[in-house]
Nanobody, 123 residues
Framework: QVQLVESGGGLVQAGTSLRLSCVAS????????MGWFRQAPGKERDFVAA????????YHADSVKGRFTISRDYAKNTVYLQMNSLKPDDTAVYYC????????????????WGQGTQVTVSS
């Protein structure tokens, strides 16, 4: 089993930055790939970024490349999502997830999910 807890969301102004955190726990966490997804009101849940625990290899969705950066601290069992140059369209609930398949953007590949953290970007 894997347990995931997100934090760091909040209300910010467009053009500013925010960093989300996801603390993972469970004996098999290191064998999973990690990812971030987001879901805006009335929209589907979309892939944001993925990372491996071992080397920290990353894969970012085209929509956030150059603005968002996923990273991890293996010793702290924590995955981060640094979000820069935030836009109102980034407003969504952001979810951390774990998959047995590395660096995938497919929602069906993710087995465990956190509770989500709200990010609201005002214009």
């Amino acid at each position: 089993q894997v347990q995931l807890v997100e934090s760091g969301g909040g209300l910010v102004q467009a053009g500013t930055s925010l960093r989300l955190s996801c603390v993972a726990s469970g004996r098999t966490v290191s064998s999973y790939g990690m990812g971030w997804f987001r879901q805006a009101p009335g929209k589907e849940r979309d892939f944001v970024a993925a990372i491996t625990w071992s080397r920290g290899s990353t894969y970012h969705a085209d929509s956030v490349k150059g603005r968002f950066t996923i990273s991890r601290d293996y010793a702290k069992n924590t995955v981060y999502l640094q979000m820069n140059s935030l836009k109102p369209d980034d407003t969504a609930v952001y979810y951390c997830a774990a998959s047995k398949m590395y660096l995938t953007g497919s929602i069906s590949a993710y087995e465990y999910w956190g509770q989500g953290t709200q990010v609201t970007v005002s214009s």
